[in-house]
């Protein structure tokens, strides 16, 4: 795999599989960074706990995606090679020598620290085993009132063949003996547990309870697992049979969501259809069992799946940790992170809205800027000011209880002309998007489901406003979604505008979106899969020829992932120019640093921390700064609708500029990436006081408060 090129004595212009890191395998690394973050005792007990389920809630999707995308190849007979010049089956191999040692590590942290702390602190699992009379008495109770009447056991057999199995769901597989004829084969029993019920039930305090090590603490809390009460009780369910065994097990399904949009006649009803299918299954491409169960009934479920060895994987821990989530909601703040304050935005403060961002472009940084002082604020005001007389947004991933989406509907009541964009392919938000697009519809908006063929990513929103006879508009770009949930978990950066030529450009775009028009020039805007990719090379290759010894080239971004061969390419050949690249990537890169005669003058950092690094931001030293929606993927450039803007004021771009810096300088949550396209933890120099990134904006909050 090359590019072409020519050579010369000095630099190499043609770039091998050699010069490439693995998408699946980079992933997989973002992951073990996750990971390592459970390690940090730095992060209070309920977070390290969080990160071990984030960890467990990544691979998922790895696998219902990635893995099964790569299955699908090897299915349909498709041998296309990867960046690094791999296949499908070479990578699933690799993939499961990586994954096997962090299952292993997952397991150490979660029974050899996560646990054990959790009983220091009072909070104690439980086997059916370890109860008192009295415990034993109420679950006894609550098993046949609460449990039992919903279970659906299956006997094996002729007339039961292996059942579809919904992906994720925690089942139960059983090994029966006939009590009445002890000739009869035995027999195979699966149960799945119904996704209603509660995984952890809790318990009365035992006041004959010992924990760490016979140390006597009080149990301030105790549980048992649905799953040990099922075991406890599993004769119930099969009278007439001996249970010889019990466990359980948990299968992983293909989950991505193919739509042909051009035969589907209702795009909503074939999304709804396809997260059915989801649900419900399609083919298997992992199997997760207790390390314990025998190697018969291992062998029985991997061929009722049709898997083979190498898609098991044996567990030392409960599956399904995100179930174990509900303990955040304890009244344990000595475990949890710090609650904070964020900043109010000084041009909000008691003003109107709009006479504030017709004045200057305002800046937000969130989570540290407060995100309902800003944006819920620009839309409310929006919703209930008389003089509004249109709305129109993107809407990607909305939270419960959205006050963005109660706005837009009060707003329709209101007579306001509201149009809402919502992407109903947003991966594993289908169902949840479906809900609010018929709410949306049901009080007057009109609702739209984006281009045929790509995914609206882009977050904007335009409010015009009848002034003085005359009309004018104001608009919010940003980085990330409008989730008011996820604004205080994940750092992203918008801007309020009233720029005439944003504007414009707005105009343009929703136009796109919902008319499918072709504007044939921006004035400021970006726009995938229209001209991104080739502004994008355009600014790299600027860099490239501007650059001199007195006035040296710079490239200095922040963003998700980095995936697209060409850019990657462009960066190798600026960086042989001598432009000096600085990237901060949090999970997947492609690109590989520092090696000799190709990217010596590259660094590539990930930061991990409390809050999910989701802000996109582009440095060109001689092209400007720009904000945005899109990573530098395939998917971003030709797949999706997405925008990039550029920060036209000075004062904003050097706001931007210190943000970058700031990270670069963390010396406490980031890593390096090494030119083997391995990472370790960055350090920084020695004897230099520790830094983080993070920190050090809430620390500022604290000084504001």
């Known amino acids: 795999m090359k590019t072409t090129g020519k050579k010369t004595n000095n630099t190499i212009q043609e770039f091998e599989a050699k010069h490439f890191s693995n998408r699946e395998i980079s992933s997989i690394q973002f992951n073990k960074r996750v990971l390592n973050e459970a ?76 646990i054990p702390e959790l009983a220091k602190n009072g909070i104690v699992f439980k086997t059916f085993n370890d109860l008192n009379k009295k415990n034993k008495a109420n679950i006894t109770k609550f098993y046949f009132e609460n449990i039992f009447p919903i279970l659906t056991p299956l006997m094996l057999g002729p007339a039961n063949p292996f059942p579809k199995l919904a992906n994720r769901s925690v089942n139960i597989v059983f090994l029966l003996k006939d009590k009445n004829n002890e000739k009869q084969e035995k ?117 009722s799946l049709s898997l083979e060895e190498n898609d098991i994987y044996r567990l030392n821990r409960p599956i399904n940790l995100s179930d174990l989530l509900v303990l955040m909601s304890l009244d344990f703040n000595s475990l949890k992170n710090k609650p904070f304050t964020a900043k109010q935005l000084p041009e909000f403060n008691n003003k109107d809205v709009f006479e504030a961002i017709s004045m200057n472009d305002i800046l937000v940084h969130h989570p540290f800027d407060s995100f309902t002082n800003s944006v819920i604020k620009f839309i409310n005001q929006a919703a209930d000011d008389p003089n509004v007389v249109a709305i129109k947004m993107t809407l990607y991933r909305m939270g419960k209880n959205s006050s963005i989406i109660a706005a837009l509907k009060r707003a329709a009541i209101a007579g306001k002309n509201v149009t809402a964009l919502v992407e109903l392919k947003a991966r594993f938000d289908e169902e949840n998007n479906i809900i609010w697009a018929k709410e949306l519809e049901n009080s007057g908006i009109h609702v739209v489901y984006g281009v045929p063929g790509l995914k609206t990513h882009c977050k904007i929103l335009m409010v015009v406003r009848r002034e003085d006879k005359q009309l004018k508009t104001y608009l919010h770009l940003s980085t990330g979604n409008y989730n008011q949930t996820t604004a205080r978990l994940y750092t992203d950066v918008g801007l309020f505008t009233s720029n005439e030529g944003f504007v414009s450009d707005a105009i343009h775009l929703f136009n796109f979106l919902t008319g499918y028009s072709q504007p044939d020039e921006w004035k400021h805007l970006i726009v995938a ?177």
């Open 529 to 705: 899969p229209k001209n991104m990719k080739n502004k994008i090379l355009e600014f790299i290759r600027r860099e490239a020829e501007l650059h001199t010894v007195e006035n040296p080239g710079l490239i200095f971004a922040k963003f998700n992932s980095l995936a697209h061969r060409e850019i990657i390419e462009e960066l190798y050949r600026a960086s042989q120019k001598g432009v000096q690249i600085k990237l901060i990537v949090r999970g997947i890169c492609c690109l590989r640093p520092g090696v000799k005669g190709v990217s010596e003058n590259i660094e590539v950092r990930s930061i991990l921390g409390r809050f999910l690094e989701h802000d996109r931001i582009y440095h060109f030293k001689n092209s400007g700064t720009f904000l945005g929606s899109a990573d530098l993927m395939s998917r971003n450039m030709h797949r999706r609708v997405e925008i990039l803007f550029p920060i036209l004021e000075l004062e904003l771009r050097e706001k931007l500029l210190e943000i970058l810096e700031n990270y670069w300088s963390d010396n406490t949550k980031s890593w390096i990436l090494n030119s083997d396209g391995n990472y370790e933890k960055f350090v920084g120099e020695k004897n230099k006081p520790k830094f983080s990134a993070q920190q050090h904006y809430l620390n500022q909050l604290k000084v504001l408060n």
């Open 187 to 303: 027999q195979v029993g699966i149960l799945q547990i119904p996704a209603g019920l509660p995984r952890l039930i809790e318990l009365l305090p035992q006041s004959d309870a010992t924990i760490n090590k016979g140390d006597a603490l009080e149990e301030k809390y105790s549980y048992i697992m649905i799953e040990q009460i099922i075991f406890a009780f599993a004769e119930s369910l099969y009278p007439g049979y001996e249970t010889e065994y019990v466990n359980f097990f948990r299968v992983t399904r293909d989950a991505d969501i193919e739509i042909a949009e051009d035969e589907a006649e209702d795009l909503l009803y074939e999304i709804k259809e396809q997260v059915i299918l989801r649900i419900r299954g399609t083919a298997a491409v992992r199997l997760e069992v207790s390390k314990a169960m025998p190697k018969d009934i291992v062998l029985f479920l991997k061929n």
């Open 39 to 114: 390690l940090d005792k730095s992060h209070p007990l309920f977070e390290r706990f969080r990160f071990l389920a984030i960890f467990s809630a990544n691979l998922d999707e790895f696998f219902m995606i990635r893995v099964a995308g790569m299955k699908s190849q090897i299915a349909a007979g498709v041998n296309e090679l990867s960046y690094d010049g791999k296949n499908s089956a070479q990578l699933l191999k690799e993939i499961r020598e990586e994954l096997l040692p962090l299952y292993k590590l997952q397991e150490n942290i979660l029974n050899n620290e996560i």
